[in-house]
Structures are given as structure tokens and as C-alpha cells.
């Protein structure tokens, strides 16, 4: 089974933090970078963080960096994205995805599999 599946999604005031999850299986987790795109009621999915599976490499979005953290537990087979100091506007269903490249993997279309998403809602 190769598509991810996103777990850790939720509620919380701004200011707060949240940690969401990626699983994928073990064929496809060391060979695969994995990224968290998000997207908000009426507006298009944008990325937010990735990691490579070639080194590790990560990149961030602006608007996140600073905040966001993704990382990886290869033993796990899992990729996390820790979220700190949310704001309103990272109100979005989060979604995880598996890319084959290994480099530069900020876009969408560069993507191969795609979890069902998960919502997080920050309030004030």
C-alpha cells in the first residue's frame, strides 16, 4: 500500500502547537520524500514543508519557517510535522504526500500519492 495516511489533525487556540503524522509503508518510506501541502476553504493547496529521502533535505514554505518543523523516523516509517505558535490562517485540512524525486519537492505536481488530509483548526 502506498498512500500515506495523515493522523494528529485538530483544534487549538492560536498560539498553540500540534503534531501531525504521515505513515507510509516500509516499501516506500526510505524511498520516497514525503511533504505536507494544506489547503483552506476556497483558496487553492499550497505546500508547506518536505522532507527528501535522498538526505533528508527539508524545505518550508515562508510563511511557515520558524514554526514548522518536519522530520523523520525512518524505524517508524513515519514523518511528522510539528506545528508551533499557530495563527488563525493555518486553518486548513493538512495533507500528506509521497514524491519519487529527491530534491526540490515544493509543488504539487510533483507529488505521486496524496492522503485523504486532515483537518486543523486554529481559533483565537
Known amino acids: 500500500q502506498v498512500q500515506p495516511v495523515e493522523s494528529g489533525g485538530g483544534s487549538v487556540q492560536v498560539g498553540g502547537s500540534l503534531r501531525l503524522s504521515c505513515a507510509a509503508s516500509?516499501?516506500?518510506?526510505?524511498?520516497?520524500?514525503i511533504g505536507w501541502f494544506r489547503q483552506a476553504p476556497g483558496k487553492v493547496r499550497e505546500f508547506v514543508a518536505a522532507?527528501?529521502?535522498?538526505?533528508?533535505?527539508?524545505y518550508y514554505a515562508d510563511s511557515v519557517k520558524g514554526r514548522f518543523t518536519i522530520s523523520r523516523d525512518n524505524a517508524k516509517n513515519t514523518v511528522s510535522l510539528q506545528m508551533n505558535s499557530l495563527k488563525a490562517e493555518d486553518t486548513a485540512v493538512y495533507y500528506c504526500?509521497?514524491?519519487?524525486?529527491?530534491?526540490?519537492?515544493?509543488?504539487?505536481?510533483?507529488?505521486?500519492?496524496w492522503g485523504q488530509g486532515t483537518q486543523v483548526t486554529v481559533s483565537s
Open positions: 522532507i527528501s529521502w535522498r538526505d533528508s533535505s527539508t
Open positions: 504526500a509521497l514524491a519519487r524525486l529527491s530534491y526540490g519537492v515544493t509543488r504539487a505536481d510533483q507529488y505521486d500519492y
Open positions: 516500509r516499501r516506500t518510506s526510505n524511498s520516497y520524500s
